[in-house]
């Protein structure tokens, strides 16, 4: 079943049909202004923290409310309705609705009783207050009195769980106010007298407010339960039937803010105005009021700036081919999904409440890599900011906090440490994360001096970027158990997976092997021959040892338990074979060329579904060792046997880089949001961004996907298809051209920018292979092989490669 279509014109998923299965949300402005909204209008915001600085109030896992709503009613047939489909729910044989989820904006578009609304709600480009611009046009042959109310449900405290649960605190804390345009609501409201500067218990003055411009109010609420009525709800409330809100203000009880409108529309009129919802102080709230008194002058412009940062953004890289559901993706929804990753985590959405306090290291670590080919600039502050949560030990702080002070930061080590994030010691991968993030950082750029930049640790000291890396290896060397692998310690990726401190994982092992490989690279520009021959070592020791111990038969195992269990035998009757160690043999360079293939083969005949590979098989149920966490959960959900969507951009990237175009291309095809557009009935969430898993086969509800937005399956599909599929693979001195693409693609085509030049790219695939260069042209010169060296290139360079 379809509920809507791409439209890649303007960047938008346009959904036609407003009952989805769930509701389909976008993000809007920044974490010093965050907004979530759903295509029928429900979500919440939140000035800098979902947890502590909540605006809007919505209830989560219920039914997508309350939300950000405009009711228009007809006063001479007293008949109301919504400019979102929901909460009043007309109809949807007399009601027609489509909703445009764009970048940082959406639109919603009603047409009913002769009436046509459009609402375009937005947060402006650098600014933390959010604008719904709304326009009504009469459509019918007669003249029309409506009033439009508009609706916002303020929290009681800006802590989201003081709001939800601690009553008998929050209900008394709150007034609202009248102020001509708008309504204020003060938080602690009683404290106004008190000096400024001042606190009582750490608690002072907060203000947010609903306001309306380019209309005359004509009635207001700020009560909940005055605006809604008794017995009613947010479908029927009673100030919107009656046609006139109440005008009296909260105290004690739940706030709102509700602004009323009355506008008369002869035949083919139409006006325009805008509602705002902000958390500053008075003087700063009618500055902002005061630049809208005219929104149609206003409103189009950001939303034009808005558009043009984002686009301007995805410009960077753009591609064509055969694909449609592939275009869509790396064109503009993929992208855009790794950037919102980038920017909030792991933050707030609609399964995250705002709550974690800071951000995950390997988590953040790996969003970086998806957006590094399309905003470089961006990448690297990060990249800074992860350096400087490294421990001098080596290892990665598990949960940077929001308030991170480099130098000056308690450890895993320490108590206080674990009592205020919950962490209780370091994980095994953490720092492992920053080897392909900076090299693809600095291999993207050209940027070989950031090797030297100086960066704290998270406790004392600084050092060089190279320094960082080379303490990365040390704390995993330092770190090793039993068989010399390194140790489990708290984890690895897989929360659910603990192997004891002393068990030892192989997917770290191979993330380590990998590791030397990136940093024999930095030592060789660097010429620094202790470290390439320290590298040479150890990367041969540790070679063997996987080699020795972990190759099972046709597969890798997954890792020994600190009591000297195999994990993932062949034989083992539950989890014996897993997805991850497959995909990073071949990713890390450790597996044979043969014992690569084999390793795929098996993971595409026991773990492949319709839907991606599932991350082991047989899942947990009467045969699980103390640490496998993941038997808590029910067969075929998250670690048990889902298919875990993040893994999914290693075994894409692994099957390329064997040159197994169609395999990857399948992979990438089985759980590609875009490509199940006409099955969301089944997937369940949005078919443009990714989630962190789909249940499996083992599941009843094979094909459900869950979480959405925030997860690292946006980064890691990424660069499976650019460097994967695409074959877009940076050194530090140029390109590499190696694309492993549908044996039936005949041609693509790929815009990149590329260390300041415009590359346009024309692969050519006259004999139908999956990969493989015949010759490679830039600028009508034949290049070696497929390499494209820096010095060759030009502000508009014109690349064609062909394949054979």
Known sequence: MKYGYFDETKKEYVITRPDTPAPWVNYLGSPEYGAIIS??????????????????????????????????????SKDYWSASWQPVGKDLKTYRSECRHGTAYTKMQADYSGIHSEVRYYVPLDRAYEVWNVCIANTSAEERELTVTGYAEFTNNSNYEQDQVNLQYSQFITRTVFCGDHVRQMIHANLDQIEEGSDV????????FFALKGAKVTSWCGDREKFLGRYHGYGNPAGVAEGTLCNEGNE????????STVVRLAPGEHCEFAFLV????????????????????VCGKELQQLTDYWHGKLAHFQIKTPSEEFNAMINTWNAYNCFMTFIWSRAASFVYCGLRNGYGYRDTVQDIQGVIHLAPEMAVEKIRFMLSAQVDNGGGLPLVKFTHNPGHEDTPD???????TGHPAYRADDALWLFPTVYKYIAETGHLEFMDEVIPYANRGEATVYEHLKRAIDFSMNHLGKHGMPAGLYADWNDC????????????????????????KFAEYKQDKETAAYLDEKQEELGKLLQELCWNEDRFIRGF???????????????????????????????????????????????????????????????????????????GAKENAGIFSQSQGWIILAEALRGHGDRAFTYFMENAPAAQ?????????????????????????????????????????????????????????????????????????????????QLHIVVKNPGHVQSGCDRLLVNGVRMQGDYIPQEVLKKQTEIVLYMS
């Not at 502590?52 to 009613?73: A, K, M």
């Not at 320490?414 to 205020?420: L, N, P, T």
């Not at 269990?565 to 074979?577: F, H, S």
């Open 39 to 76: 295509n029928n209008a429900g979500g919440y915001s939140f000035a800098k923290s979902g947890a502590n600085g909540r605006i809007l109030r919505y209830i989560f896992n219920q039914f997508d409310e309350p939300g950000r709503y405009i009711y228009i009613r007809d006063n001479k």
């Open 201 to 208: 218990d750490d608690k002072i003055v907060v203000s947010r």
């Open 252 to 259: 004690n009880g739940n706030s709102c803010g509700a602004l």
């Open 278 to 297: 902000g958390m500053k102080e008075e003087p700063e709230v009618a500055e902002i009021l005061a630049s809208y008194a005219l929104p149609e002058q």
């Open 414 to 420: 320490d108590a206080s440490y674990v009592k205020e």
């Open 497 to 520: 997976l603990r192997l004891g401190k002393e068990g030892e994982s192989t997917f770290v092992a191979m993330q380590l092997y990998y590791a030397m490989n990136i940093l024999r």
């Open 561 to 635: 338990t600190e009591a000297g269990e195999v994990i993932g035998k062949r034989t083992d009757p539950e989890a014996n074979m897993w997805l991850n160690p497959q995909s990073w043999a071949v990713i890390s360079g450790l597996a044979k060329a043969d014992q690569a293939d084999m390793a795929l083969e098996r993971v595409y005949e026991k773990l492949n579904t319709p839907y991606g590979a599932i991350l082991m098989d047989p899942p947990y149920h009467a045969h699980a060792f103390d640490g496998a966490l993941a038997v808590i959960y029910n067969p």
């Open 677 to 757: 557009n006409d099955r969301a009935q089944i997937r369940v969430i949005e078919p443009y961004c990714y989630g962190q898993f789909t249940e499996g086969k083992a599941s009843p509800n094979f094909g459900r996907s869950h979480v959405h937005w925030l997860t690292g399956t946006a980064s890691t599909v990424m660069v499976g298809c650019v460097e994967g599929i695409l074959g877009m693979r940076p050194d530090f001195y140029g390109l590499h051209l190696t694309p492993a693409i549908p044996h039936e693609w005949e041609e693509f085509e790929v815009n990149k920018v590329f260390r300041g030049c």
